[in-house]
């Protein structure tokens, strides 16, 4: 079967974005995505395949536009401001994007080169983002996860309801973000202390 005219992937993939962050990820299906897009379920073989394949492609598209935002929230930034800025774009784009989002921690196989080709490259922006700290080898990498948790622990807890109480969530987050920089600022401290005595 031929492909048809004006279907192709970045049209399929933004059908299923739009599914996802309306409706939930589980809504994006085969039969969902070819109503949507007014064609028969077949037509998308031609450039997935099947759910499996879309929703690792879906995986992948996601975690190249977070990437791409948090890559643009540091430029021209380092410290405290980089750091910031690199957790209030992960939190916007979960919020505008949260069956997107979700994908992106369902990646299939986090063997497939693509996923971990970005999934390095995002751990190296988030070291260039806490160079300020001068947190060496394991430290760093244990700051890099650290931030993650952070992150994603807020994001998921926000859409998921989590936080029941009627406080302002930019507060609670902003105030999350100083308690870990002022974490990374008392590390750099102590690296810096031990450092003089040997």
């Not at 589980?26 to 995505?33: K, N, P, W």
């Not at 070291?127 to 952070?150: C, F, M, P, T």
């Not at 109480?165 to 590390?187: I, K, Q, Y």
């Given at each position: ?107 299939p196989d986090p063997q497939d080169e693509e996923v971990?080709?970005?999934a390095g490259e995002t751990v190296d922006l988030v ?24 992150l994603h622990g807020f994001s998921s807890l926000e ?40």
């Open positions: 079967m031929s492909p048809r005219i004006g279907l192709d992937l970045p049209t399929i993939l933004q059908a299923a974005v739009e599914i996802a962050d309306t409706r939930g990820l589980e809504e994006v299906t085969l039969a969902s995505l070819a109503q949507k897009l007014d064609v028969r379920s077949p037509s998308l073989y031609n450039h997935v395949n099947g759910l499996s394949g879309l929703r690792s492609k879906l995986a992948v598209y996601g975690l190249e536009q977070l990437l791409h935002v948090m890559t643009q929230a540091v430029v021209g930034r380092s410290g405290d401001d980089a750091v910031r800025e690199l957790g209030k774009a992960y939190v916007a784009f979960a919020r505008a994007h949260p069956g997107l989002y979700d994908a992106t921690l369902r990646a971990r080709q970005l070291i260039r983002a806490l160079q300020a700290y001068e947190l060496q080898d394991d430290a760093a990498l244990h700051a890099v996860r650290g931030l993650r948790s952070l859409q998921r309801g989590g936080f029941g109480l009627p406080l302002d969530l930019d507060v609670s987050f902003r105030l999350l973000l100083d308690t870990f920089l002022a974490g990374l600022h008392e590390m750099k401290r102590r690296a810096k202390a031990e450092s003089k005595l040997t």
